[in-house]
């Protein structure tokens, strides 16, 4: 899926999201924060039942279910990002590069 394609996918679910919301206004937007932390969750569960941590109920998901739940955190993210600000793609591509250059230094063109 191309860069745009995926900005317009989060688009779409953003605007689905806004006209299906039960708590409007700020209690929304708190609650639309507080989704990334239950899908964080997921991911923490995916992993556990990936590695058969839990003796009782062993090996109950793969590395897919992981991968899986691993895009929901970031699908979410992006959406809580385009909930905060309309230019969530213009916010996201300007983090990116200042986190990567920070990381890797210069781009050198």
């Not at 941590?53 to 739940?69: F, I, L, M, Y």
């Amino acid at each position: 899926m191309a860069d745009d394609n995926v900005w317009a996918a989060i688009d779409d679910l953003w605007t689905w999201l806004e006209a299906n919301q039960a708590h409007p206004g700020r209690e929304g937007l708190l609650l639309r924060m507080l989704k990334l932390t239950e899908e964080v969750g997921e991911v923490a569960q995916a992993v556990i039942g990936a590695t058969g941590q839990n003796p009782r109920k062993g090996t109950t998901h793969t590395w897919d279910d992981v991968q899986s739940e691993l895009c929901d955190v970031a699908l979410t993210a992006l959406v809580a990002l385009r909930t905060l600000t309309p230019d969530a793609r213009e916010v996201f591509t300007t983090h990116l590069e200042r986190v990567r250059e920070r990381s890797l230094g210069p781009r050198i063109t």
